[in-house]
């Protein structure tokens, strides 16, 4: 072993300390951690090397800290679950020991080893004593390295203006950090504000609402743009660059005599707010009370006839301009909500029948009909709702059709089964002669307070009927001479799998989640959705708000489906994380950039050629040895250590810090070497 | 210095935006795959440039699937740019006798648990065929 | 009594994950905070549980780096084996009074090697185990207990002094007393938890007087990899089950029981201990018994249907009564609801409870933070601030304010971790006036 011995003559000051991790069994079930022990103990360099049940916890970290301390490690190799869950954690405990947090490699042999290789117990010990030769091998040309420090804007971006942005914004706000909210719809309120009544207080939406609207436009560290878009994002965590465009309102806030401007619209088009059961005008409100208060222009469906603005020509500007916002803000929290689901023309008769609508639908024309009247729809009185849950939630893959993305929404939406049953309670309050069924798989009625529906539910006589995910209940026209135009067919499991039928003048679908399309905003952001399409957190329960992108954080629906409560709760969790990031003033990037030798350096400027980010690295003047020459040089603020230019210097001159090509050619060279070569050695 | 005996040996190079997350997913779901896989942490392959593949062979590594984040990659540029290298390489791997196909470039995403078992699979079946590297290096390095 | 003074900006009742998440929140937001926990390690009931779902992570893994990140996190006073006796109005903030209990063990001096616990020779049913393994009378709690100090149970210490020859730093001392802390604090947060429905609560089910009859809590430590056999075994005879049932709703949405609630894990914990049965047990049937099967979190159904493609049984039924046969075998009379109501029976070789969610903690002895009538800490704006109790500048947590997941309770944590910082802020930015009150309600102690 010529090579070995003159590696530890190189480096003889090298002492690693090398821990392989039992995982409470997760690896040591199937890798014989002692024998990596053994093994990598006889290895240049080690000076010590340990197992523990688990490295991660307390006892293991001051293990490490003792060593660092008492027996003079100063590079650190540890073998346990994946480097993305605890590379942070040893790094404390590295650091704590006063070295270097980056004098410390993670190798991961329980995702790729100790769960992957079960079958085979040696072949897997095997491959953990080689994987760990390896971080032996990168360990011993680490160079100590440190965190890059970066002022960080105290001020965040949050976009949509639904209740989990404004609560993010509200309570960021709070914390003494600037808020710019941007909303791509005229209006506040999102979602929330269709609602009539709020489950589990049953209190007004819109008050409540509203309340936390006008808090935040009355908050002084907060902005809001409203028809606002981000169209372009550079930089990083306390240091984003954002551009919004901002398109004009086209009505003075001034502007007097809404009503009569209303009128003169000749454009009517279908009205979002009440999901398609009125319409509205191309200048509109989305409803009274709205905030901000002034009338807005759909630009999308205007025909800029002028009608308007002979009412009244002072308030009014039919000259669609866009403008250019730029905010420099430290972290941006992505609020973009949902939508509901939209069913297939045909589903359960959605668009073959008009008597077939779906749950928001239904909230909306509870609200329109008014309370002292007979519930109608159509000019029909309505006597009997079926009601069917699961629409566009819990789809099975071979039973439902997919989505037109190819995805089946195979989640469930979490949302609709206590919303159903709260509007249950609603119809019976107001309309005590409507009969209804409830068509169900699960009652998924959960939270605090919840279950109180299901039982007023089945004390107001709703008759529940429960369907099996692969024998769905079917909607139909009804024969000649019914009361009711259709009827649901269905086997119901309540009454042992019996063929029933269920005639009715209103089928209300109880439809589940679906992110809003927001396709251009995560490239922008280069944040990733899961399979779902929601939005992806790093980790459900260690980084549950965080995206891969360091300073993105996501809040509410955008995330997956949540009923108020949660997205609020949701709201200010990422709230609480965008203080942690920005509320010191700094934030710490890791050191992984970049690095030219000048003395290999000769300024050939392949570099700065290959580089596709802005002040990056460029080719400066230095003085070398009382020599002036030019030398590429690296702005590590702007590097994002893609390592672009190192493959591109014909003189390897420029590194990734901490992720060298010398460190990956010994790592290979350990690897090809395999175990022969350190039984050999042993 | 090499061990004729010595199973074959397939290097992963992943980056941690995709490839190397996706092989910890594939772990989540405990799936068994051969163990003769190595898989190292990358930031973006645009790094290695063409001789650091060739001088891999040359130590003895068998195969080598370089799992990129592909049009996710988080890196401007950095997707093409690996490519253009791979693709440069090629013509190298040739001029010394070392099968093309043992180098082979994927996009693998961090859920991509089935992606990443059939690049597994490929290059087993591959070495299964072509067998070790050191029959087509004549001269080791 | 020797009383300690802090003072800190946050108080966090409770070192489970909801108070671990809030602390953490806070403090690295640049708040200084205590956190008390009752037990002699922080971790909560998290640290206790096998994996996770719908991950499937290591439980341990996630929750020993949050107790570390406690332990090293230097804005956080950590004050374990500590109970809340008494809490004082102070202006907008408050003052708090705790006792630290006995551990009969120098906390400064006590490496955590364990010396002590070798040689003792009182075995005793361990509790971080649900009573099923052994622990000795002076031990430390578990091998992943932050902090790594060992606690003496006086009432079963025969106080034959072996630990004290053991121990090489004399840190073990019998003569410990109480210690009184007082915290001035400007808020609080209760993250006091939940306990589990008792196993004796439905005389239906045994009474908990049959032993192959268990629990949840019972199957999580059956399962965990530190657990007490290293494999799933029935309580009877040691055998490993080739029929395993869970009986959902045991403890929730029960009216006989006051419990009306879902508790909204037991579900999920259930598919996912099945999940993990059937890795350890490939050949055992396993059912499970239920109502609706509430897979609502993210992830949480595809998770579901996971399971019932693996084989698992799912059986909507309700489950009357339980009763043992001569092989104490659980034999279930079951009301099956899919098949109309026919009442059949069924015989397994181990059932499990999947026991409901109960509150842990009543604070109204202690001081006026009131109750819903569900017992859990009252939060009247649940949609706007659902960790605001009645008392302003005292917040909740977790599963302290209604029965909720790991993932629901670490959002929550952030969420009350905000609403605490923002009192906080607004209470410091116009008071100046708490030092002399603290002041007073000093002098009131030592008249007391």
């Known amino acids: 072993m010529p090579e070995k011995k003159d590696l530890q003559k190189d480096n003889e000051d090298i002492r690693i300390g090398v821990y392989t991790c039992y995982c409470g069994g997760n690896i040591s079930d199937i890798v014989d951690c002692e024998k990596v022990r053994e093994l990598t103990e006889t290895l240049p360099n080690v000076v010590v090397s340990r197992t523990d049940m688990s490295m991660c916890s307390d006892a293991g970290q001051a293990m490490i800290e003792e060593d660092i301390r008492k027996h003079g490690v100063n590079r650190v190799v540890i073998g346990a679950c994946a480097p993305s869950l605890h590379e942070q954690t040893f790094r404390g405990a590295v650091a704590r020991a006063g070295l270097n947090p980056f004098l410390y490699y993670h190798v991961g042999i329980r995702e790729q080893d100790s769960w992957v290789h079960h079958g085979n117990h040696e072949a897997a010990t095997e491959k953990a004593?080689?994987?760990?030769?390896?971080?032996?091998?990168?360990?011993?040309?680490?160079?100590?390295?440190?965190?890059?420090?970066?002022?960080?804007?105290?001020?965040?971006?949050?976009?949509?203006?639904?209740?989990?942005?404004?609560?993010?914004?509200?309570?960021?706000?709070?914390?003494?950090?600037?808020?710019?909210?941007?909303?791509?719809?005229?209006?506040?309120?999102?979602?929330?504000?269709?609602?009539?009544?709020?489950?589990?207080?049953?209190?007004?939406?819109?008050?409540?609402l509203h309340e936390l609207i006008e808090k935040v436009i009355d908050h002084p560290s907060i902005t809001i743009h409203t028809q606002a878009e981000v169209k372009s994002m550079s930089g990083y965590i306390g240091d984003f660059n954002i551009k919004i465009e901002q398109i004009s309102r086209g009505v003075s806030s001034e502007l007097a005599d809404q009503e009569a401007v209303i009128d003169s619209c000749p454009v009517e088009v279908s009205d979002e707010f009440n999901y398609g059961l009125k319409t509205r005008k191309a200048i509109y409100q989305a409803y009274p009370g709205n905030f901000p208060s002034t009338l807005a222009i759909d630009w999308e469906n205007c025909t800029l006839c002028g009608k308007c603005e002979k009412v009244n020509s002072s308030g009014i500007d039919l000259k669609k301009k866009s403008e250019i916002i730029d905010v420099n803000v430290g972290a941006v929290v992505v609020a973009t909500g949902f939508k509901p689901y939209e069913p297939r023309q045909g589903e359960y008769g959605y668009g073959d029948f008009k008597e077939v609508i779906t749950l928001p639908q239904m909230i909306r024309l509870l609200a329109l009909n008014g309370k002292d009247k007979a519930l109608m729809f159509k000019g029909r009185t309505v006597r009997n709702i079926g009601l069917i849950h699961c629409v566009g939630s819990r789809h099975v893959p071979g039973i439902h059709e997919p989505q037109e993305d190819g995805k089946v929404n195979d989640y469930c939406s979490r949302v609709c089964c206590t919303a159903t049953l709260h509007m249950t309670n609603d119809i019976r309050q107001h309309y005590p002669d409507v009969n209804m069924y409830d068509v169900y798989e699960d009652i998924r009625t959960y939270g605090r307070n919840h279950e109180e529906y299901y039982k007023q539910a089945s004390e107001n006589l709703v008759r529940f009927v429960r369907f099996q995910a692969a024998e769905g209940p079917q909607v139909f026209a009804s024969e000649n001479g019914n009361d009711q135009p259709l009827v649901i067919k269905t086997k119901d499991y309540l009454t042992a799998g019996l063929d029933i039928e269920i005639p009715v003048d209103l089928?209300?679908?109880?439809?589940?989640?679906?992110?809003?399309?927001?396709?251009?905003?995560?490239?922008?952001?280069k944040i990733n959705p899961g399979n779902d399409r929601f939005l992806q957190e790093v980790h459900p329960k260690l980084r549950p708000v965080e995206t891969a992108v360091s300073g993105i954080i996501l809040a509410g629906t955008a995330q997956g489906p949540m009923n108020i409560q949660e997205s609020v709760t949701a709201a200010s969790a990422a709230a609480s994380k965008v203080s942690v990031l920005l509320g010191q003033g700094q934030v710490e990037l890791e050191p992984f950039v970049a690095d030219v030798d000048h003395d290999k350096c000769n300024g050939s400027g392949e570099c700065v050629q290959v580089c596709p980010y802005e002040d990056a690295i460029s080719l400066e003047e230095v003085t070398i040895n009382g020599k002036v020459c030019k030398r590429a040089v690296v702005i590590p603020a702007n590097c994002v250590g893609c390592g672009s230019c190192v493959s591109a210097c014909p003189n390897r001159a420029i590194d990734i810090q901490g992720w060298t090509l010398g460190q990956y050619e010994s790592m290979v060279d350990a690897i090809a070497e395999g175990m022969l070569a350190l039984e050999v050695s042993a | 210095m090499k061990d004729p005996e010595a199973k074959p040996k397939i290097l992963i190079l992943a980056t941690l935006s995709g490839g190397y997350a996706g092989a910890d997913s594939v772990g989540q779901l405990h799936i068994n795959y051969a163990p003769n896989v190595y898989v190292l942490p990358v930031i973006c392959p645009s790094m290695f440039a063409e001789d650091f593949y060739l001088r891999a062979f040359d130590k003895g590594i068998d195969a080598i699937v370089v799992m990129y984040s592909g049009t996710d990659c988080p890196y401007i540029g950095g997707a093409e740019r690996t490519a253009q290298i791979i693709n440069k390489t090629y013509p190298l791997m040739k001029e010394r006798g070392i099968d093309t196909r043992r180098l082979r470039l994927v996009a693998i995403c961090t859920v991509c648990t089935n992606p990443f078992l059939k690049e597994v699979n490929i290059a087993n079946d591959l070495l299964q065929e072509i067998g070790s590297v050191t029959n087509e290096i004549s001269v080791p390095a | 009594?020797?009383?300690?003074?802090?003072?800190?900006?946050?108080?966090?009742?409770?070192?489970?994950?909801?108070?671990?998440?809030?602390?953490?929140?806070?403090?690295?937001?640049?708040?200084?905070?205590?956190?008390?926990?009752?037990?002699?390690?922080?971790?909560?009931?998290?640290?206790?549980?096998?994996?996770?779902?719908p991950t499937l992570d290591c439980c341990s893994c996630i929750t020993t780096p949050k107790m570390s990140a406690v332990a090293h996190q230097e804005n956080i006073t950590l004050l374990t084996y500590c109970e809340v006796d008494h809490i004082k109005q102070n202006g907008k903030g408050f003052i708090v009074g705790a006792t630290n209990k006995p551990r009969y063990v120098d906390m400064d001096l006590c490496t955590g090697c364990r010396q002590c616990e070798y040689v003792c020779p009182v075995d005793l049913k361990n509790p971080f185990d649900n009573n099923l393994g052994a622990i000795r009378a002076i031990r430390v709690p578990f091998s992943t207990a932050v902090p790594q100090k060992v606690v003496l149970d006086i009432d079963n210490c025969i106080l034959c002094g072996k630990c004290q020859t053991a121990c090489a730093v004399d840190a073990i001392d019998f003569t410990q007393q109480p210690e009184e802390i007082m915290i001035e604090t400007d808020s609080i947060l209760l993250a006091t938890g939940f306990e589990v429905t008792p196993k004796d609560a439905k005389k239906e089910y045994g009474n908990g007087k049959l032993?192959?009859?268990?629990?949840?809590?019972?199957?999580?430590?059956l399962l965990a990899p530190t657990g007490p056999y290293g494999h799933v075994l029935r309580p009877s005879d040691g055998k490993e089950p080739d029929s395993i049932a869970y009986v959902q709703c045991a403890g929730s949405r029960d009216e006989t029981l006051g419990v009306e609630y879902c508790s909204r894990v037991c579900c999920m914990y259930a598919i996912k201990q099945a999940m993990l049965l059937s890795g350890a047990l490939p050949l055992a049937d396993i059912t499970i018994y239920y109502m609706?099967?509430?897979?609502?979190?993210?992830?949480y159904e595809q998770f579901y249907q996971n399971a019932k493609a693996m084989g698992i049984q799912f059986i909507k039924g309700k489950v009357a009564k339980i009763k043992e046969d001569e092989n104490q075998n659980p034999v279930f009379r079951v009301e099956m609801v899919d098949e109309g109501g026919s009442v059949v029976e069924h015989t397994h070789d181990l059932?499990?409870?999947?026991?409901?969610?109960?509150?842990?903690?009543?604070?109204?002895?202690?001081?006026?933070?009131?109750?819903?009538?569900?017992?859990?800490?009252?939060t009247p704006d649940q949609n706007f601030s659902?960790?605001?109790t009645m008392i302003p500048g005292i917040f909740a947590a977790g599963a302290a304010t209604g029965p909720m997941d790991i993932v629901d309770s670490i959002m929550t944590a952030g969420s009350a971790a905000s609403a605490a910082s923002a009192y906080i802020k607004s209470q410091q930015n116009g008071k100046e006036e708490s030092s002399s009150k603290i002041a007073d309600l000093q002098k009131e102690s030592q008249h007391a």
């Open chain 3, 1 to 53: 009594m020797a009383t300690n003074k802090i003072k800190v900006d946050a108080l966090v009742v409770g070192g489970g994950i909801s108070g671990m998440q809030t602390a953490l929140d806070l403090a690295d937001q640049g708040y200084q905070v205590a956190l008390v926990e009752k037990e002699a390690s922080i971790g909560g009931k998290m640290i206790a549980l096998s994996k996770v779902f």
């Open chain 3, 211 to 221: 032993l192959n009859v268990i629990d949840g809590l019972d199957m999580e430590r």
């Open chain 1, 507 to 525: 089928v209300v679908l109880s439809v589940g989640f679906m992110p809003n399309p927001i396709e251009e905003l995560t490239k922008i952001l």
């Open chain 3, 351 to 378: 059932a499990v409870l999947s026991v409901g969610m109960l509150p842990s903690f009543d604070p109204t002895p202690i001081f006026n933070v009131p109750n819903d009538t569900d017992g859990f800490i009252m």
């Open chain 1, 129 to 208: 004593i080689v994987l760990m030769n390896s971080g032996l091998a990168k360990a011993r040309l680490l160079k100590p390295l440190k965190p890059i420090k970066l002022t960080a804007q105290k001020h965040a971006l949050v976009i949509g203006g639904g209740v989990a942005g404004l609560r993010s914004a509200w309570d960021i706000a709070n914390q003494d950090i600037k808020v710019t909210l941007v909303e791509k719809s005229p209006f506040l309120g999102g979602r929330m504000a269709q609602l009539e009544t709020v489950f589990p207080t049953n209190k007004p939406a819109r008050d409540s």
């Open chain 3, 292 to 299: 609706d099967i509430r897979a609502f979190g993210k992830g």
């Open chain 3, 386 to 388: 659902a960790s605001l």
